[in-house]
């Protein structure tokens, strides 16, 4: 059964701290991955990783997939308040059309 | 429209009513996605539409749950004799065509069955 699993689930931080959530899959035929933000509504795009080792910045968030390690990471760096909100990661299966989340990660940033 | 547009936005209904959600997609996008996120969970993929072929259903959870998209655009869920268990958000999401990505969400339709 295809799977995505994320870690922490929830992290509680500091304004200005750094932080790092993790996305690890088990999906077949994987395709490429995808890191999404949600507020209070809806999902909003952030980063598609289909190539190992090559990483995506916007700003202070950056992504990288290890397709090795079945594995990504999301960077925030100097966090501010306006980051709390759940992030969430989804595999894209090859040749299929629905995306596989993980639980998500709840991140806190306390002034 | 500018966006994906789901309504209600919340809908409270007592145990064993039908509901009926909407979702109106991103203009010009021929791919249609219906989800399903419980509390404190990721996102549950249901059943997407691509143009006129065959939906995939892989992921309606039971026989209760159904769906239509009308003329390519406008899609309905309906959940006939709603359970507790199926209190959540439903999200909605469309993209150009199916695989392209990402997928553009609406902001949800928050299901209360009590």
């Known amino acids: 059964e295809d799977k995505v699993v994320q870690s922490p689930l929830s992290l509680v931080v500091h304004e200005g701290d750094t932080v790092t959530l993790n996305c690890s899959y088990e999906?077949?035929?994987?395709?490429?991955l995808l890191w999404y933000k949600q507020e209070k509504k809806a999902p909003t795009f952030l980063f598609m990783l289909?190539?190992?080792?090559i990483e995506k910045k916007s700003g202070r968030l950056s992504s990288i997939l290890d397709k090795k390690e079945l594995s990504s990471i999301l960077n925030i760096t100097a966090t501010q308040t306006g980051d709390s909100a759940i992030y969430l990661c989804?595999?894209?299966?090859?040749?299929?059309?629905?995306?596989?989340f993980g639980q998500g990660t709840r991140l806190t940033i306390n002034p | 429209g500018a966006g994906v547009s789901q309504s209600p936005s919340n809908k409270v209904t007592e145990k064993g009513k039908d509901v009926e959600l909407r979702c109106d997609p991103i203009?010009?996008?021929?791919?249609l996605y219906w989800y399903r996120q419980s509390l404190g969970q990721g996102l549950e993929f249901l059943i997407y539409?691509?143009?006129?072929?065959?939906?995939?259903k892989s992921g309606l959870p039971s026989d209760r749950f159904s769906a239509e998209r009308t003329g390519g655009s406008v899609s309905t869920l309906t959940i006939q004799r709603t359970q507790q268990e199926d209190s959540a958000v439903y999200l909605c999401?469309?993209?150009?065509?199916?695989?392209?990505?990402?997928?553009?969400f609406g902001d949800g339709t928050r299901l209360s069955i009590l």
């Open positions: 999401a469309s993209s150009l065509t199916v695989g392209d990505q990402p997928q553009h």
């Open positions: 999906v077949t035929n994987f395709r490429s």
């Open positions: 289909t190539s190992s080792g």
């Open positions: 989804a595999g894209i299966i090859q040749g299929a059309q629905k995306l596989v």
């Open positions: 203009s010009g996008h021929t791919a």
């Open positions: 539409f691509q143009g006129n072929s065959a939906p995939d």
